[in-house]
């Protein structure tokens, strides 16, 4: 007696034998679904957080005109450190404590991320938000080539066709800048390699070190940094701005930047958890499904956006190809987790009048 275990109609491959254990049909295609609605909602919530936290750093930055992005970042680090701090204490989440591999386990984790933090908040006070979301989708090509380079994976021909639409978008968006500035290009670009980095070697981190957990991730992420920031915000000068801003007084402002804090450590749980879900590629594309609200919404609020027909049309290309690589990222994921049921499912029981050894 033997097993034929059939993976596709050209393929047979013998002699596999079937689990006892093995889930029906029906019950794999749940699993699949949950995980699908798993990857769906951390990629959604990895969005909506992305978007609200753009928004409040360029209210913050910009409309009260605080003086320093590297104390706004410091503010939220302080605040994923405390937040998880707690919740530990409480024995609402678990991540390992202290000790001298916790830094070696992480390693290039907080320097991504302090690097990511900075120039992620200099190129929100420098440039336009439509401007910024469409130099932000340039993270895009470097996640897809850092995941070939490191992780050594392959993309679909229309894949790449979405990015190079993307890719042409920007580009077209960005020759027609009216308000051109050398800065913020330079921070948006160091912004996009930090961000592609800090998701590839989150994915990798998540799974080399499983101890460490989401939460050890980010946890250590942000304490291994504070101090190290905190002084550097005040060999710059910094921080000494930050202290005789003269709005400290205004409740409004003080909303905003405890919000910003607070949005700060809901951000990077947002990323940890969608690349946990997802690949790295999976969390930047979705950046792109968010860019799409914030680029348009830019264009009436906010008073920083000049119009051009040039631009709004790279606009209109980058974020339609940002669309259109979504929905086939997802819809491609899903087809994959309904093929791969069917295909387990597909065994024949053959009985053999004389035994033979194949």
Aim: charged share 15%; aromatic share 12%; with cysteine.
């Amino acid at each position: 007696m033997s097993w034929i275990h059939i993976r596709s109609v050209n393929r047979i491959v013998p002699n596999e034998p079937i689990s006892t254990t093995n889930m029906s049909a029906e019950e794999r295609r749940d699993a699949a679904d949950h995980s699908a609605l798993l990857k769906f909602l951390s990629a959604v919530f990895y969005a909506a957080s992305s978007f609200l936290i753009t928004v409040v750093n360029k209210t913050v930055l910009t409309s009260f005109r605080f003086p320093s992005y590297l104390c706004l970042g410091i503010g939220q680090m302080i605040t994923t450190v405390v937040v998880l701090y707690v919740a530990k204490m409480n024995k609402m989440v678990q991540f390992p404590d202290f000790d001298r591999s916790i830094f070696f386990k992480i390693f290039p984790l907080p320097l991504l991320y302090v690097g990511n933090h900075v120039t992620g908040l200099g190129s929100t006070k420098k440039l336009s938000l439509p401007m910024f979301t469409v130099l932000r989708k340039f993270t895009i090509l470097m996640t897809m080539l850092l995941e070939a380079y490191m992780l050594r994976k392959t993309f679909p021909r229309r894949i790449v066709c979405c990015v190079v639409a993307i890719m042409f978008g920007a580009l077209v968006a960005a020759s027609s800048d009216l308000a051109f500035d050398v800065g913020g290009y330079t921070f948006i670009l160091l912004n996009d390699a930090f961000t592609a980095a800090y998701g590839v070697f989150t994915k990798k981190k998540l799974g080399d070190q499983v101890a460490l957990g989401k939460y050890g991730v980010l946890f250590y992420n942000a304490l291994l940094l504070v101090i190290p920031t905190l002084l550097a915000s005040a060999v710059t000068g910094d921080l000494h701005k930050a202290v005789a801003f003269e709005d400290w007084g205004k409740t409004a402002f003080v909303l905003c930047f405890l919000i910003s804090c607070i949005m700060g450590f809901v951000l990077m749980y947002s990323i940890v958890l969608c690349s946990y879900y997802n690949s790295a590629l999976t969390t930047t594309v979705v950046g792109a499904i968010k860019n799409v609200a914030v680029a348009y919404i830019g264009i009436f609020v906010g008073g920083d956006y000049l119009f051009s027909w040039t631009n709004f049309l790279g606009l209109t290309i980058c974020m339609s190809g940002g669309l259109v690589y979504s929905y086939l990222t997802f819809s491609t994921s899903k087809s994959s987790g309904s093929d791969s049921g069917d295909t387990q499912e597909q065994k024949i029981h053959i009985t053999e009048d004389s035994p033979r050894k194949h």
